[in-house]
């Protein structure tokens, strides 16, 4: 039980600095998509290509959260691990699957967010009523 306790202590203090690290790009991801939607680009390559940069920049796993602090963190739990870091990508073969993931999973949200945002018609709230003929 106190194992438990303390992994998802640990995840959920990785998963709060990813979102404060990651905060920025979100915010450049919103003005970049604003931008695109007042000047009126509406290609699917252009939101594909945002949403593309937005998740290899702000991906939970690539970033250096996952891939830096992540061995540290397994090194404190298993000894052995810290001789075996240094020994080159071994230890990060493991992770293939998650980055891959990651990105894939952040690529579809982005795209889906940027595609309904940039996409979505413009709605004026003031509405002009037709006069009615006499």
Do not use: C
């Not at 915010?27 to 945002?50: D, E, H, Q, T, Y």
């Not at 891939?67 to 990060?92: C, M, R």
């Amino acid at each position: 039980m106190g194992y438990f306790l303390q992994a998802l202590t640990i995840s959920v203090a990785l998963l709060l600095l990813w979102a404060v690290l990651a905060s920025p790009f979100l915010l450049a991801f919103f003005f970049a998509a604003r931008s695109m939607r007042r000047k009126g680009v509406r290609s699917g390559w252009a939101i594909a290509g945002l949403a593309s940069s937005f998740s290899v920049l702000a991906a939970p796993v690539p970033t250096p959260i996952m891939t830096v602090f992540l061995p540290h963190v397994l090194a404190v739990f298993d000894s052995s691990y810290y001789s075996n870091i240094f020994k080159g990508p071994e230890p990060f073969a493991g992770l293939l699957f998650w980055i891959i993931s990651s990105l894939m999973l952040t690529f579809s949200i982005a795209l889906a967010a940027a595609w309904r945002y940039i996409r979505r018609p413009n709605i004026s709230s003031k509405r002009t009523r037709v006069p009615r003929a006499a």
